[in-house]
């Protein structure tokens, strides 16, 4: 009798098992999907708001800026080359709604002194207004496996992705504060969820960021201002295009598989996000996954990514382990075609 009961138990499983399987990722896509839909409806006009934007001169901080001043905003941009600064504020300015608007340029290097980048924002907020939101897109990456990555490759990136955002961000916060008004956006990345093969010195600059926003919302949380961390994946800016220049192998064919976005598309959704007050924004299903599998103690600001997390994370820790053994499989198989070169020589 208990064989019996087995064998209908086994049968059962192995015909509805795959089933509810494919119901419960069709329902992980569908949310997903819901979810990027009711962000899109949210109110994004930033009429009258004053836009700072750091590396805004090109890239994904000039799309940024292109679309905030498409919305209304007074704009700001920070970089360091005077040229780049010239072309894009024609390319801003373009865009603008209104006649009133001001675009800004300021030739800047974020992370040469805090005094200093203060003391820039502190002027230009007396020429445009109090700062409204901070959009921290200023960053690169430097690409190379680790014994072979020089030391002050490691030191940049923290100078360039976290203190070039830290000291921006430290700047503006007491006047936020004071006026319990304003929004900090802090451009992190995929690789800021997940180590990848020869991306260890960008991704703990990454990393770092993500704990900076975390204990950053809880300190302004109280005075009503709002924190967003963006994690683009590979983007076609003129950033990534230096970086193909340099990557081993084994990460271009990592990067390979999640696809290449526009700036222009990764700008949209940032916006997007920050309107709609989300502490984090992704584009596509890997940014949803990450932040879904990776949401530990991150700060709450939807019920329905709660929900999501709750409900999907042990689902979607099987698929990340599906991603992470395609990675491992890469890795092992650039290793062997390594080997046999050798060999061949």
Request: hydrophobic residues 40%.
């Amino acid at each position: 009798m208990e064989d019996k009961v087995d064998g209908v138990t086994i049968f059962v499983l192995s015909f509805y098992g795959p089933i509810l399987t494919a119901i419960l990722i069709l329902f992980v896509f569908l949310l997903f999907y819901v979810m990027k839909f009711r962000s899109s409806l949210k109110n994004d006009s930033f009429t009258g708001q004053h836009v700072v934007v750091t590396g805004g001169s090109s890239g994904i901080g000039k799309s940024v800026a292109i679309q905030a001043a498409a919305r209304g905003a007074n704009v700001t941009i920070i970089a360091r080359d005077p040229n780049k600064l010239r072309s894009a504020k024609e390319e801003i300015s373009q865009s603008c709604s209104s006649s009133l608007q001001r675009i800004v340029t300021i030739s800047l290097d974020v992370t040469s002194d805090a005094e200093l980048v203060a003391k820039s924002l502190a002027e230009v907020e007396e020429a445009s207004g109090p700062i409204y939101m901070l959009i921290n897109c200023a960053g690169q990456a430097v690409c190379g496996k680790i014994e072979d990555t020089p030391i002050n490759d490691f030191k940049y990136m923290m100078d360039l992705n976290y203190y070039g955002t830290v000291y921006p961000t430290r700047a503006v916060l007491p006047g936020m504060k004071a006026r319990g008004k304003g929004h900090i956006v802090i451009t992190s990345s995929q690789a800021g969820m997940l180590g990848i093969y020869g991306l260890a010195a960008y991704s703990a600059s990454k990393y770092a960021l993500r704990g900076f926003a975390e204990s950053l919302d809880m300190e302004v949380r109280p005075y009503g201002l709002r924190v967003t961390v963006c994690l683009p994946p590979d983007t076609d800016t003129p950033g990534f295009e230096i970086e193909e220049k340099n990557k081993p192998m084994e990460t271009r064919l990592i990067s390979q598989t999640s696809g290449l976005l526009s700036p222009e598309v990764v700008a949209s959704q940032l916006l997007s996000d920050a309107v709609a007050g989300k502490f984090f924004s992704t584009v596509g299903f890997e940014g949803f996954m990450l932040t879904t599998v990776c949401a530990g103690m991150s700060p709450v600001t939807s019920v329905v990514d709660l929900l999501s997390q709750v409900t999907l994370m042990g689902l979607i820790r099987l698929v990340s382990v599906y991603y992470l053994l395609s990675f491992q499989s890469i890795v092992k198989k650039c290793m062997k075609n390594k080997d046999l070169a050798k060999r061949s020589e």
